[in-house]
């Protein structure tokens, strides 16, 4: 066996010897077009390590390791013929080893751990779930920088360059590397902001010793172009493929920045960085949201009103039915598509116009259909609740989770008749409106798993719709009032209940309340209100007053009006018209 071992070790040194100083690129070349796989092994003894390393910062598993290596070179199969001249494979094959790494990463926090006596593979101390969701956070924002301020990151705090060094690698001046450092350091700094992504030092400190413990530990891996790969190695490299075709730039990562190493080392501070051997602390990013201010639609469309109530500020493009991340930073709300006639999901930084995930809808059809998102308490997932009707001509409703780090969508089963306004700050809940009945409809919690039976929240004689849960979670806003008799009108007005408790407080004045909200601390709610009147055909004109007050509706305050003049038509003037509502307060 040993010499049937040795036989091949030297039948293989034998094949690559005349390979050792030929270019990537033209190794490449060979493989591309005439299958050369002779080549292609040394392309692989040239770069396992440096894949191995790249992936082995991102995951812990040594099988996922393995698998997002071997991945890595199946997506280069895949692509040789599309690869161009790859004098810079390596930096290449980084990028797509932190790309295949980052999903594998997404996948694995899924998996069950080990059962019954069985021992993990990897015996390293994981770290809380946490300090997981951060350093998920960072690596998908990190992934998403331009490359052209990723690259110098990367080699100067985690290949430990000099800025002169880097200078020479990149083919630019110091000059240039330092700049793009900067900006760099600020790009990232801002979009980890936005998620309040704040990490101990002492901790880093014990992420960078695993992660390099790992990262040193590659074995020897060689698994020939004609030998099939599993099914997960396929399917990730399938799935990177995709990706990759769909851009339009070429990847150039070089590795991937340890959460030590950025957040640590100060990258996010934004300063003139020292290189990676010489690490310098920095205090953690501060949360930097947005001046609070109301969202309202009026005559249909989307705009910010100030708290002050003067200063606004129209939403391009339009929209309607917005909701605002719980740290006001992130808006999502319905556009119209023009291209396919429909309306689509947009999710959009408050600050950031250009940055966009769009989401279509299941039913999005023009006055047929209706929607309304709702944040989990994290800010990392939207519910999406869209009405509409089926093919039948009945009403349906659907209800799915956008997943804003792993752009993933994920089907929720309500029981029919439900719909979805609030998320328990655990995730394990729905506030939503559930209907006993075809006359009644209540308030109640609903499994986010779709099983079990509501937990009502309204008293059982009485009519309530549309929760809006505090943001601690303790009290919810809904509209209330006792079930009509027969051919009237019912009664309807905005409450507060402590679900603690069960206290119930009436929040406006008697009228027409549509459009309520908490404020950013809770310590306040706005409506949108009218007047009711006796005879609507007499009164041309209408006027909505936003309004806010304490939970207890005391302390009322109109904060801003608008008036619209309404059009008598054969069935005179109605007595409530939305023109003018609140949609959230951030």
């Known amino acids: 066996m040993a010499n049937q071992s040795a036989g091949r070790f030297i039948r293989r040194m034998a094949e690559t010897a005349g390979y050792a100083q030929t270019p990537d690129s033209e190794l490449l070349a060979r493989f591309a077009s005439d299958r050369d796989e002779t080549a292609f092994k040394v392309l692989i003894d040239r770069y396992t390590r440096l894949v191995w390393s790249v992936a082995a910062r991102v995951l812990s598993d040594p099988s996922d390791i393995e698998d997002a290596t071997q991945a890595t070179f199946l997506v280069l199969v895949q692509r040789a013929g599309r690869a161009g001249d790859r004098s810079g494979l390596g930096p290449w094959l980084g990028g797509v080893a932190h790309r295949v790494s980052v999903r594998l990463r997404t996948r694995s926090r899924r998996r069950p751990g080990p059962l019954g006596d069985v021992e993990p593979a990897d015996p390293l101390p994981a770290p809380d ?29 985690v290949e430990g360059y000099t800025r002169d060094e880097a200078a020479t690698a990149l083919g630019v001046s110091s000059g240039a590397v330092k700049g793009r450092v900067r900006r760099g350091c600020v790009l990232l700094g801002r979009r980890l902001s936005r998620w309040g992504v704040s990490l101990p030092v002492g901790l880093l400190a014990i992420s960078t010793a695993t992660q390099s413990a790992r990262a040193s530990s590659c074995p020897a891996l060689w698994t020939p172009v004609s030998e099939p790969a599993s099914p997960r190695v396929n399917e990730l490299a399938q799935e990177v493929t995709r990706f990759m075709a769909s851009k339009t730039k070429k990847l150039t990562a070089f590795g991937l920045v340890t959460v030590a190493l950025v957040v640590g080392a100060g990258l996010v501070a934004g300063f003139s960085p020292a290189p990676a051997h010489r690490p310098v602390s920095a205090a953690p990013v501060p949360r930097a949201a947005p001046p609070a201010a109301f969202l309202v639609q009026h005559n249909g469309n989307l705009m910010y009103i100030a708290a002050n109530g003067k200063e606004e500020e129209k939403i391009d493009p339009p929209a309607w039915n917005g909701s605002l991340s719980p740290n006001g930073q992130r808006l999502a709300a319905l556009e119209f598509a023009a291209d396919i006639g429909r309306a689509k999901l947009v999710i959009r930084s408050r600050r950031e116009q250009d940055e966009s995930a769009t989401v279509p809808l299941v039913f999005g059809q023009p006055g047929r259909s209706g929607g309304h998102m709702v944040w989990s308490a994290d800010g990392r997932r939207t519910l999406i609740v869209e009405t509409g009707f089926g093919d039948k001509g009945k009403r349906e409703y659907a209800h799915r989770v956008y997943d804003l780090i792993t752009k993933q969508l994920t089907d929720v089963k309500l029981p029919d008749g439900c719909l979805a306004t609030g998320w328990s700050a655990d995730g394990k809940r729905f506030l939503g409106d559930v209907r006993p009945s075809d006359d009644t409809v209540r308030v109640a919690w609903l499994s986010a798993e779709g099983a079990g039976k509501p937990e009502y929240i309204s008293p059982d004689d009485e009519i309530a719709y549309g929760g809006r849960l505090s943001p601690n979670g303790k009290r919810v806003l809904y509209m209330s009032g006792p079930k009509p008799a027969k051919d009237q009108q019912a009664k309807i007005r905005l409450h507060v209940q402590d679900l603690a408790t069960g206290k119930r407080t009436p929040v406006d004045e008697p009228g027409e309340t549509h459009g309520y909200c908490w404020s950013p601390d809770g310590s306040r709610v706005a409506y949108t209100w009218q007047r009711s009147l006796e005879k609507p055909s007499e009164v041309p004109e209408r006027e909505t007053q936003l309004i806010t007050a304490d939970p207890d509706g005391r302390n009322r305050k109109v904060v801003t009006s608008r008036k619209y003049e309404v059009p008598e038509n054969s069935s005179g003037r109605a007595s409530v018209v939305l023109f003018f509502s609140v949609w959230d307060w951030r």
């Open 129 to 157: 779930l946490s300090w997981r969701e951060a350093c998920d956070l960072l690596h998908a924002e990190l992934d998403r920088l331009p490359d052209c301020y990723r690259l110098p990151l990367l080699l100067c705090y």
